[in-house]
């Protein structure tokens, strides 16, 4: 099994500039059932060999989707999402990196409301190997197995998986939930799909400096049955100042690598680095 897609999932994707067209044609050479595309004034577009509408609702009077991945800018972001929940699109995964704060307070809570679900933004996507990609990252480096794989960084997670497929292992589903301040679903809400998942035995939680999401978890790994291996990228990251993502500044003592360390240490496995994650997972699967 997977969390979130599978072979079943049918997706259209909001945004078709350049990189939506580049990513779009990736996923469907994946095996991705991808079944229209949206973007305003465009009925086709070449090399792409799916309708394309105006807009979702339009969309899903011709063709049956449940999930959108979208690449629309960031300024007209929020609209895409609150669009594609208005449709009745169970879920979204947002590429978008830097949509604005209040706009992805708005589009979660209106989304919170009707019960969709979303990835991201500024995630890398998802994917369930053999079955589905929703995304950009390189899909070679992803072997199907039995380990979850959560990220709040692209980076890491595409690290961590190519780490996990030199060792012999490979995941059930892996994604990112994002780098942006405000996200969709975070790490308690994934930790439990995975924890529902007979396919899942253990799962890897990739978190950064920044933010209370990894320590907001720690609730959920203390009831889970499966095990729970964490890495906390960016011990050496000074206070106040970004590091790379939006979310990945330490505004308190709280949201320093070292704090949620100490809080992780007392309710699952924590990885002192990359490597040692591979280390721990053979400690557990043996």
């Known amino acids: 099994m997977s969390i979130l897609i599978d072979k079943s999932t049918r997706a259209i994707v909001q945004g078709l500039g350049k990189q939506g067209i580049l990513h779009t044609k990736i996923c469907l050479d994946y095996g991705t059932k991808i079944v229209a595309g949206v973007s305003l004034g465009k009925t086709h577009i070449d090399g792409l060999d799916i309708p394309v509408f105006d807009c979702v609702w339009e969309a899903l009077q011709y063709v049956k989707a449940d999930t959108s991945l979208i690449f629309v800018p960031a300024n007209n972001a929020k609209d895409a999402i609150l669009e594609a929940q208005d449709a009745g699109i169970k879920q979204t995964i947002v590429i978008t990196e830097g ?6 307070l708005i589009a979660k809570a209106f989304a919170t409301k009707n019960g969709m679900k979303i990835i991201g933004p500024n995630t890398p996507g998802i994917i369930s190997p053999k079955q589905c990609k929703l995304g950009i990252m390189p899909e070679s480096i ?41 996200l969709g679903m975070g790490f308690a809400e994934v930790l439990s799909l995975f924890e529902n998942d007979d396919q899942t035995d253990c799962v890897v939680m990739i978190g950064e400096i920044g933010g209370t999401l990894e320590v907001a978890a720690i609730d959920t790994i203390k009831k889970m049955s499966k095990k729970v291996v964490a890495y906390v990228a960016g011990k050496a990251a000074p206070k106040q100042k970004k590091m790379g993502h939006a979310g990945a ?21 924590v990885a002192q680095n990359p490597l040692e994650i591979v280390t721990l997972i053979k400690k557990i699967l043996s």
Request: aromatic share 6%.
């Open 99 to 104: 949509i604005p704060l209040q706009d992805m």
């Open 249 to 269: 500044i330490v505004s308190s003592k709280d949201e320093s690598a070292q704090a949620k360390i100490e809080a992780l240490s007392n309710v699952c496995y």
């Open 142 to 182: 992803f072997d199907k197995g039995n380990i979850g794989l959560i990220s709040r960084s692209g980076t890491l997670m595409y690290e961590i998986a190519l780490l996990l497929k030199e060792s012999s292992f490979g995941v059930s589903t892996a994604l990112g939930i994002g780098g942006d301040p405000v």
